[in-house]
Each structure stands twice: as C-alpha cells, then as structure tokens.
T-cell receptor, first 108, second 113 residues
Framework: AQRVTQPEKLLSVFKGAPVELKCNYSYSGSPELFWYVQYSRQRLQLLLRHISRESIKGFTADLNKGETSFHLKKPFAQEEDSAMYYCALHTGGFKTIFGAGTRLFVKA | NAGVTQTPKFQVLKTGQSMTLQCAQDMNHEYMSWYRQDPGMGLRLIHYSVGAGITDQGEVPNGYNVSRSTTEDFPLRLLSAAPSQTSVYFC????????????FGPGTRLTVT
C-alpha cells in the first residue's frame, strides 16, 4: 500500500536547538518526495523536493531508500519556523499522497 | 497575480442541501485539483483535472462533482451534503510538466449539520 507516515503530531523545540521532522513512506516504485509547509494564516506551500537536494530556509531533507524515510532537518530552529509541515509522496500521474502533518512549535 | 482563489471561506449547510465551492487560478496552469483535509489525516484528493474539459476521480470522489469548462475555473459541487463532508477543502493548481509543484488556495471550511 502507498502510504506516508509522520509519526509526530506535535514537535516542540527551543530556539537554536536542532529539529528533525520524521517522514516514512511505503511505495514500491521510485518515489518523488516533498515537504510542504503551512505557516499561521498562510497557504500551504511547497518547501522542498528531494530531487533538487537544496536547502530552503535552512531546512534539508535526504531521501533514504533503505529506511524509506525522508526526514526534514534544520540545525538551529528559529521561532519563525513554527508551522505545520506535511510530507508528501508523488507516485506518478496526478497522485500525491500527503502525511497527516506535524506541527512544529519553536519556543523562545 | 492573485494565484489560486477560493470562495467562500466559510460555509454552513444543512444535510441534503447542495452547493458549489468555487476555485479559480490566474497562472494559466493546466492542472487543478480538489483536496479535503480532516483532523488527524493528510490531504486527500477528491477530483482533479489535467486541462479544460478533462476531469478524473481522486481518492475520495463520492458525493462530489466537478467540471472544467475553462482553464481558470474548477468548481466543486456537493450534490446532497452529508455530515461526513464536514471538512476543510483546498483547491490547488500546478503547471504543465511540474504536476507535483502545487499552488494551494486558502481553503474553504465547510460544516454540514
């Protein structure tokens, strides 16, 4: 079955601490994985995709096919990182499967 | 550019009523889609369109109809609202060749009593 699992509903860290948002997927094909973010009172927006291997707002995510994971990481969290984060798996065609989301709260 | 717009922002319906959620985009995107978001669950695809005149079902299409008469507009119709359709609805569009790069609307919060 095709599935995206984000095991943490809520993640709370202090400002300046490292943060890791977990994402695991189940897919038999070659996955395309993404992270979307929704800041308070803003729209859901694409944060990054695994193919680009880029760092956006200090966040990176590495696809680990052996562990079927695509965790989102940032070495030093900032208060403005507080948001809802969704991991998504694009399985081809027009099908994208979203995880349930993790709310990140960065405390001052 | 306004991007993707949705109306209304909030709506309360009684069971059995019908209504249309509006979605429009001004980015000339070929692909448009409707998702619903329920507590504790990710976004689930209801219907999508790969161009004017072409629509197809997503993961949870029952109880919803769509049409795509123009590139810009992609309305979602609830034929006979049920409490199970209480949700937040998001419309999204994406450009040809980058279907995964979705631009989302602000959402419509629908309550069916």
């Amino acid at each position: 079955a095709q599935r995206v699992t984000q095991p943490e509903k809520l993640l709370s860290v202090f400002k300046g601490a490292p943060v890791e948002l977990k994402c695991n997927y189940s897919y038999s094909g070659s996955p395309e994985l993404f992270w979307y973010v929704q800041y308070s009172r803003q729209r859901l927006q694409l944060l990054l995709r695994h193919i680009s291997r880029e760092s956006i707002k200090g966040f990176t995510a590495d696809l680990n096919k052996g562990e079927t994971s695509f965790h989102l990481k940032k070495p030093f969290a900032q208060e403005e990182d507080s948001a809802m984060y969704y991991c998504a798996l694009h399985t081809g065609g027009f099908k994208t499967i979203f995880g349930a989301g993790t709310r990140l709260f960065v405390k001052a | 550019n306004a991007g993707v717009t949705q109306t209304p922002k909030f709506q309360v319906l009684k069971t059995g009523q019908s209504m249309t959620l509006q979605c429009a985009q001004d980015m000339n995107h070929e692909y448009m889609s409707w998702y619903r978001q329920d507590p504790g669950m990710g976004l689930r695809l209801i219907h999508y369109s790969v161009g004017a005149g072409i629509t197809d079902q997503g993961e949870v299409p029952n109880g919803y109809n769509v049409s795509r008469s123009t590139t810009e507009d992609f309305p979602l119709r609830l034929l006979s609202a049920a409490p199970s359709q209480t949700s937040v609805y998001f419309c999204a569009s994406s450009p040809a060749g980058a279907v995964y790069e979705q631009y989302f609307g602000p959402g419509t919060r629908l309550t069916v009593t």
